[in-house]
């Protein structure tokens, strides 16, 4: 199915993002690797745009769009002060539960009904998701023992509850337009919004971007594609179901990791991947 071939290219490329800020923002500032991206992906999202055939917007279209990009930034506020709250094997897992999140929203919100085996799919792939970042010696659970004492967790899960709520709304953007056009104007507003909210509290520093311009041009590229790719995929399945394979990113990075930069192959990291690829299994086959 082509979904699952755009959902898998959107957790590519998510992945490729965070494999190659962390090769070429190292020493730079955390601002500096949220900045790139959104500065270096801002002109191919409008050099998109004329080539589309504009659709017939439907009425509230720019209503929805004012209300998603706020929401959306307010998601990748929490995730980055949550990075700076608390150690990742703390915070990473709990990004897996937005699609467990998203089977409420996508069907408060769309009416959206998966079917039992698509659910037990999004369950499966969650379970191996969180298993993939959980820390091997505080154990499975760890996460969850600090969820009331760390405030990195707490904001992560937060996060992935604001991120179910954008994600149905970026689909309900969709379905006002067409997924292309949903995509690039989305990007184009949030990208714009988010920068003007940085430079004004003087979080964008030109001298940190100026030495990498070659990673900065890949990361706008994979932003542009990953965004492409969701909004595409989204479109022709239940949200849900795109989300669980678009957290397959998290086996991408690992290979990033193993073959990129020599890191171990935990063995609760192969145990998280096996529950992942059965999660997509079941949803690509069952659901």
Known sequence: MLWI?????????????????????QHASPSSAVVAPLIFSLPLFALTLPFLEPP???PGFWSVLAML???NA????????SFKSSPLSLTVPFMAFTPVFVLGTGFLYLGERPSAWGCLGVLVT???????????????LAPFRAIL??????LMLAAAMVWSVASVMGKQLILLSSPIY???????????????FLLLIGQVRPKELRPRIRHQLGLGLCLYLHII???????????????SIKRLNGLFALGFERFLFGQPMLRHRLYGTDWMTAGAVIIAVMG
């Open 229 to 243: 790719c969701h909004f595409a995929a989204v479109s022709m399945t239940t949200v849900a179901y795109m989300l």
């Open 5 to 25: 071939l755009l959902s898998v290219g959107t957790a590519f490329f998510s992945a490729s993002e965070a494999a190659l800020t962390r090769h070429g923002f």
């Open 56 to 58: 017939q917007l439907q």
């Open 182 to 196: 949903a995509g690039c104007v989305f990007s184009l507003a949030h990208n714009a919004a988010l920068l003007l």
């Open 149 to 154: 004492r760390e405030r990195g967790s707490m």
């Open 74 to 81: 307010a998601g990748y506020y929490l995730q980055n002060w």
């Open 126 to 140: 969650v379970v191996g998701g969180y298993m993939l970042y959980a820390d091997e010696k505080g154990g499975v």
């Open 69 to 71: 990009v706020p929401i």
